[in-house]
T-cell receptor, first 115, second 118 residues
């Protein structure tokens, strides 16, 4: 198993550009989520999904869209990049939406810089 | 709303010594889970240990153990026989145990950077 994969690993955007961060998992996990990591703030939830076709907002959803057309993939779209979106982005998955004690498996992260 | 606080931005320990990282949390829930994650310079998030709130016994994983004080809402991580490979940022995290409000959301503390001196 490759686990959780993310592409790209690094990305530089100009203000106003759009892009999609890719996330895929091969563990047949139902639950997937996106976090952003900023210095001194830990990780904060952007969006999450409890299964194909079902998504919902997390703590900091503004400026981001997600969709979940398959169990495996959960892309994160930045509609119009802003410098405030400069961050490290992590995708994570866990087996069951109701599995509250389940370990969440994290991808390697994407470092995004918006100029 | 639940919050998690790590009040030590940086800690250091001598190789082979023991170090304790602090974490406090605030919640009105009685059913929840607590986690410690390690983030080495590679950036990969690695689960170190987890604790179920309904279990009084402290979790242990080899050289890692926790001191879970439910009444005080404290969840510290003890690393024994510290090794150079333990150098990393450590995050404490909370996850609700309630189905009605469960988003699977992990609420993270700010992180503690651990330096291990040879």
């Amino acid at each position: 198993n490759a686990g959780v994969t993310q592409t790209p690993k690094f990305q530089v955007l100009k203000t106003g550009q759009s892009m999609t961060l890719q996330c895929a998992q091969d563990m047949n996990h139902e639950y997937m989520s996106w976090y952003r990591q900023d210095p001194g703030m830990g990780l904060r939830l952007i969006h999450y999904s409890v299964g194909a076709g079902i998504t919902d907002q997390g703590e900091v959803p503004n400026g981001y869209n997600v969709s979940r057309s398959t169990t495996e993939d959960f892309p994160l779209r930045l509609l119009s990049a802003a410098p405030s979106q400069t961050s490290v982005y992590f995708c994570a998955s866990s087996p069951r939406p109701s599995g509250r004690g389940d370990e969440q498996f994290f991808g390697p992260g994407t470092r995004l810089t918006v100029l | 709303a639940q919050t998690v606080t790590q009040s030590q931005p940086e800690m250091s320990v001598q190789e082979a010594e023991t170090v304790t990282l602090s974490c406090t949390y605030d919640t009105s829930e009685s059913d929840y889970y607590l986690f410690w994650y390690k983030q080495p310079p590679s950036r990969q998030m690695i689960l170190v240990i987890r604790q179920e709130a309904y279990k009084q016994q402290n979790a242990t994983e080899n050289r890692f153990s926790v001191n879970f004080q439910k009444a005080a809402k404290s969840f510290s991580l003890k690393i024994s026989d510290s090794q150079l490979g333990d150098a990393a940022m450590y995050f404490c995290a909370y996850r609700s145990g309630y189905g009605s409000s469960n988003t699977g959301k992990l609420i993270f503390g700010q992180g503690t950077t651990l330096q291990v001196k040879p």
